[in-house]
């Protein structure tokens, strides 16, 4: 019997997929992620003699996958190696070699930027030999992070608190975040004014149009009332009259394809979802989705790249396909070319449709809510890239009296171009709303009608989002496309820095951490010294740069900071000031404080232990209370569970209200009654409902969506249809039943042991079930457990 070909690939799903593509002869295995690392128990990288030989070791739990590849590749005529196509993929399949102790004639790389059958059977037909640049990349930048975190941690964890961490990125995404909020408390307030003035046309009937202040002959600001009332004095016996009429067309060029960054901060604005969530749904769509009619298919291309290039072939498609559904007139004479960004790797492709006929509409039903969400902003953002751009017919006047310039602008889309597929959001919405201008003729005459003053005062900068974070962190070379999500996740989970709503800010702690890092470590957080360090590292995999002498140089000045920063605080434990909140304790009126638990941030009294009043964290959520019209709360509940109230539960003032539900309240309202709607909670749009049973529009509980686990049943009801006090009583009241049912289970010898012995049976598959599972799920990811990037 003739032998079969091993592929090694990371996940179940893409050896699903590309098995599928490559069909007999070709055995596919997932090696779960990661199969060696550095050992978790200590530092694992040779520093004594400064050679920083690192000691990898298989990863705990990972023995059965690690045997079975082991029993494949040897029963097998050729391994190819088919890990991602970047820096961490070729080290895995360096690992894999290794660990496998696969020989060199009977191994092979391949990479796919897209998991078509086109480009899989391509691949495979063209192996190549394992990377070691990328290798040795990937392998600095682990030891860099292995350095950082095992010698710096437990600085913090001595001088602040246990549990705390320090990295390269994570560091200077956090001083990032600090810095900004050093920025909102010092910034001073200015008083500005901006004047709004409506002019009449001469002839009756012939409407009105709203002006701007501008200045004289150059733009003027005002900055007190006094100054305004000076150009109302002049202008209100003055005539107006038209100075300047400027028609033109204005081209909008259509954004190009994403890259990481850009998707993560699009999915953010558009979407609402986070770095991590996008990256996840993004590889689902790579590996592959089972499509009704075509089987298994991976919809996009990879989605890890920096680069903003698109194959000839996939252009190609693009033009004909918005030519065919769109018009010639839709197509820009030549396809459009962009350019990456300087230092960008550039080894892949720009995140693009695998197939552009594949639209999200043909695709809808056999794709998660989530997925197709995240398709269609792939794919139209693709096909938009190769449209013809928008024509804006633009129009400004310039109206002068007694010297003042005003002036009115609008722009009306003339031809929509890439318009007609997508729209490039925007971190902070905002601008002011135009008003259509009557065809006026230079030197016409006009009179003065409304004048609208109004006072204003600059604003403090605002607070990063995610999206915005990522643009910075990008924009300042910090990090790469694999990075962005696992830092900002990691920051969080720290609780250096917390969200929000959709806005990031830092606590006491990351204010501390930040403060000590940039004390003590500055090269860590410096922002030129981190972008510059991620330069370095892709000259090791360009090959020009020895990956050991990177390490060297580095650890050679962060030892010397790390043993003088032990010398200046011998015997110095740094407080973390307590986050004082707007709250004050019910019991003895001290003001609250924000504490984190098992369960996340909640507030307690400072005055512990005399005094061990706590509550949940209060967070307003759109819309009235439906039964007494109060604010409604977000809150959390003994057990860690999210749900809804009134902000009068439990008031002790006359003011009581039992309204709360585990639905989530939403901005609008309904059509037909005004109460405030409601969603079910959960991940992706959830379509609102009316909860007003007198209403028409009045949605019954069972056609809502959703569901309920079982064995919190008793728990979710209890808020709804019996208030705060019921929702407190849930788990004694289960515990009660319990004890009660315990005795009357009384049963022969004879009858008790064979029922022992299968639940026996069944606890011991349970969990025989679940390690299978935790153990899968920790080796596809022991990197980020890890990295402290």
């Known amino acids: 019997m003739a032998k079969s070909n091993l592929v090694i690939v990371e996940s179940p799903a893409k050896a699903k997929t590309i098995g599928k593509y490559l069909g007999p002869g070709y055995e596919v295995l997932a090696s779960m992620g990661h199969v060696r690392d550095l050992p978790k128990s200590k530092m694992g990288v040779d520093l004594d003699s400064g050679d920083f030989t690192p000691h990898y070791q298989p990863i705990p739990g990972k023995e059965e996958v690690i045997q079975t590849l082991k029993q494949a590749a040897d029963q097998s005529e050729q391994v190819y190696l088919a890990t991602d196509p970047d820096r961490e993929g070729e080290a895995i399949s360096w690992h894999l070699k290794e660990l496998l102790d696969l020989p060199d004639g009977k191994t092979s790389r391949v990479t796919f930027n897209e998991i078509t059958k086109k480009v899989v059977t391509e691949s495979i037909a063209a192996p190549r030999d394992i990377d070691q640049n990328l290798v040795d990349a990937q392998q600095a930048r682990r030891i860099l992070d292995r350095i950082v975190g095992y010698e710096l941690s437990p600085l913090l964890w001595k001088k602040i608190r246990r549990g705390l961490s320090a990295g390269r990125v994570q560091s200077v995404a956090t001083r990032l975040v600090a810095e900004r909020e050093e920025e909102i408390r010092a910034f001073v307030p200015q008083e500005y004014w901006t004047l709004e003035v409506t002019l009449n046309r001469v002839a009756p009937n012939q409407g009105s149009f709203k002006t701007q202040f501008y200045g004289r002959e150059k733009k003027m600001e005002l900055k007190s009332q006094e100054d305004v009332d000076q150009v109302l004095s002049a202008i209100r016996t003055a005539p107006f009259s038209v100075s300047k009429i400027k028609r033109q067309d204005k081209n909008r060029a259509p954004a190009p394809p994403f890259i990481t960054s850009t998707l993560q901060q699009e999915a953010s604005r558009k979407l609402n979802m986070t770095p991590r969530r996008t990256m996840s749904i993004a590889q689902q769509l790579y590996e592959g989705v089972d499509i009704e009619g075509e089987g298994t298919v991976g919809l996009i291309t990879y989605m890890r790249t920096d680069s903003l290039r698109l194959s000839d072939e996939a252009v190609a498609a693009a033009r004909a396909f918005a030519g065919a559904r769109y018009g010639q007139a839709y197509l820009p004479d030549a396809p459009r070319q962009f350019k990456a960004k300087a230092g960008a790797q550039d080894a892949h492709e720009a995140i693009r449709p695998s197939n552009v006929d594949l639209t999200p509409e043909s695709v809808r039903k056999s794709l998660t809510l989530e997925q ?122 720290r609780e250096y820095v917390v969200k929000d709503g959709k806005y990031l800010h830092t606590t006491p702690l990351g204010e501390v951490v930040t403060t000590l890092m940039k004390d003590k470590f500055h090269d860590i957080v410096d922002y ?178 959703g569901f309920r686990k079982k064995k919190t049943e008793a728990a979710d009801t209890a808020p709804a249809e019996q208030g705060a006090e019921a929702a407190q009583e849930t788990a004694p009241k289960k515990i009660a039943v319990k004890a009660e049912k315990k005795p009357a289970a009384k049963k022969t010898a004879a009858a008790k042991k064979p029922a022992a012995k299968k639940t026996t049976a069944k606890k011991t598959a349970v969990k025989k079930t679940t390690t299978k599972k935790t153990t899968a799920k920790k080796a596809a990811e022991p990197a980020q457990e890890e990295h402290h990037d």
């Open 372 to 493: 197709y969400r995240l398709y269609k902003l792939i794919w139209s953002r693709f096909l938009a890239c190769q449209m013809a751009s928008a024509v804006y017919d633009s129009v400004n006047i310039e109206v002068t009296s007694a010297g003042y310039t005003f002036r009115a602008s609008r722009s009306e889309v003339k031809f929509p171009g890439f318009l007609a597929v997508y729209e490039e959001g925007k971190d902070e919405e905002g601008g002011e709303i135009q008003t259509r201008l009557p065809n006026l003729q230079e030197g016409e005459p006009l009179t003065l009608g409304e004048t609208k003053p109004e006072q204003k005062f600059t604003q403090p900068p605002t607070r990063y989002t995610e999206a915005t974070l990522i643009r910075a962190l990008e924009e300042k070379g910090i990090g790469r496309p694999s990075t962005y999500a696992p830092t900002i996740s990691t920051i969080m989970a």
């Open 528 to 705: 030129a010294f981190t972008a510059d360090m991620e330069s370095r590292l892709d000259k090791v995999e360009s090959g020009e740069e020895n990956w050991k002498k990177v390490l060297g140089d580095f650890y050679q000045d962060f030892h010397q900071e790390l043993v003088q920063a032990e010398k200046d605080l011998d015997g110095t434990r740094i407080k973390v000031p307590d986050e004082v909140s707007d709250e004050v304790c019910d019991v003895c009126g001290r003001q609250l404080v924000v504490k984190s638990g098992r369960f996340g941030r909640f507030l307690a009294c400072p005055g512990f232990p005399e005094c061990t009043f706590t509550k949940p964290i209060v967070i307003q959520m759109p819309g009235k209370c439906p039964k007494c019209g109060g604010r409604i709360l977000k809150k959390t509940s003994r057990n860690g569970y999210t749900y809804y109230g009134c902000e009068y539960n439990g008031d002790k003032l006359g003011r009581a209200c039992d309204f709360m539900t585990w639905d989530v309240p939403v901005k609008e309202t309904c059509p037909e009654c005004g109460w405030t709607l409601f969603k079910k909670s959960g991940r992706g749009f959830k379509k609102p409902f009316c909860i007003n049973p007198e209403c028409p529009a009045f949605v019954p509980e069972e056609k809502r969506g």
